[in-house]
């Protein structure tokens, strides 16, 4: 009598367990948001120069191997960048329908061309513009800059 009430337990707390993770986002879509931020996220600066797209290039490791070409900034709270994917869903440049669009402050460093890895050198433009982020998982998080 003990094993059966012992067994639907554990089957009801296997049960409980899974229905928490359907909420929390695969450890795929952990990864990518992990890299978002750290290649697209900086809420603490304002940026805008040369030089705060020299050292940041550097400092969040887009310039180890070879210069990244472009790259973009964020100058907002997380919470302001997420709540950009709540808003209504349009087509990313490949074709997929996640992305979302939002007005953000930000900061555009552009590789000047004449530069090497490691000691890459880039061209700061600040601007406050509209911007598109590609978002998953549930609850969904920003995984890429689009454009």
Excluded at 14 to 25: D, E, F, I, R
Excluded at 93 to 109: A, P, R, S
Aim: proline share 3%; with cysteine.
């Amino acid at each position: 009598m003990a094993l059966p009430r012992t067994q639907s337990l554990l089957l009801l707390l296997v049960l409980a367990l899974l229905g928490l993770g359907l909420v929390q986002p695969s450890y795929g879509q952990d990864r990518m948001y992990q890299r978002f931020l750290r290649q697209h996220v900086d809420s603490q600066q304002t940026g805008g120069s040369d030089s705060y797209c020299n050292l940041m290039m550097q400092r969040r490791r887009m310039t180890s191997h070879q210069c990244k070409r472009f790259n973009t900034f964020i100058h907002e709270d997380i919470w302001n960048i997420r709540s950009i994917c709540s808003t209504a869903s349009i087509q990313c440049k490949n074709g997929q329908m996640n992305c979302h669009e939002g007005v953000l402050k930000v900061t555009d460093c552009r590789e000047t061309g004449s530069s090497r890895a490691p000691n890459c050198r880039y061209r700061a433009s600040a601007s406050t513009r509209r911007v598109v982020i590609a978002c998953e998982g549930n609850p969904e998080v920003p995984v890429h800059f689009d454009r």
